[in-house]
């Protein structure tokens, strides 16, 4: 079974509306981590969160992590075509993460003009 | 600042030949990594290092190998290629740390035929 499962497998959304992604562990986690990939390239990171109930934002994405540590919402406020690609997930399950990520399968994005 | 540099970007290769996957890293990191990507199964470790000279098995093993005789640089062989192993290969590297953030090559895509 699949540890880390992300929701939704693909979205198509309006350029300018807001879009939520979800990442559900089926352990708890130690930290959670969000990237980027665009179509063909390799994937940028971005943001981390370890404590329960941390936040954080970069730009018009916000990503927070639940108080139990087994769900991570990745929020995008007033999409823009710039926001297409794929959003990963990954998990670390014990502390620091040297024996590498887990990650879920990955949610497409398309941002219709 | 080249980051993670993958070697090379594409290759076709025939069924029962051999290859080696070049992963250079110029950030001194510690950890480094080789996932593979197939559609709809997201990210998974091939192959993994915490430091120069020492390997070990991740989640999808069989079939490559790895060395790491330079702490900059990653190697992944292929003995024997089989069309199960097309994929896009990625590297990824980052420091000791609790939850550091990996940093990610662009990939190389493979293909067996």
């Known amino acids: 079974s699949q540890e880390l499962e992300q929701s939704p497998q693909s979205l198509i959304v309006q350029e300018g509306k807001n879009l939520t992604i979800n990442c559900t562990s089926s352990k708890t986690l130690y930290g959670l981590y969000w990237y980027k990939q665009k179509y063909g390239e390799g994937l940028i990171f971005l943001m981390m969160l370890q404590k329960g109930g941390e936040e954080k934002s970069h730009e018009k994405i916000t990503a927070k992590l639940d108080e139990k540590k087994q769900q991570s919402s990745l929020h995008i406020t007033a999409s823009q075509p710039s926001h297409a690609g794929i959003y990963l997930c990954g998990a670390t399950y014990s502390g620091g993460g040297a024996d590498g990520l887990t990650f879920g399968k990955g949610t497409h994005l398309i941002i219709q003009p | 600042n080249a980051g993670v540099t993958q070697t090379p970007k594409f290759r076709v290769l025939k069924t029962g030949q051999s290859m080696t996957l070049l992963c250079a890293q110029d950030m001194n990191h510690e950890y480094m990594y080789w996932y593979r990507q197939d559609p709809g199964m997201g990210l998974r470790l091939i192959h993994y290092s915490v430091g120069e000279g020492t390997t070990a098995k991740g989640e999808v093993p069989d079939g490559y190998n790895v060395s790491r005789l330079k702490k900059q640089n990653f190697l992944l062989g292929l003995e024997s290629a089989a069309p199960s192993q097309t994929s896009v290969y990625f590297c990824?590297?980052?420091?000791?740390?609790?939850?550091?953030?990996?940093?990610f090559g662009q990939g190389t895509r493979l293909t067996v035929v």
């Open positions: 990824a590297s980052s420091a000791v740390g609790l939850n550091t953030e990996a940093f």
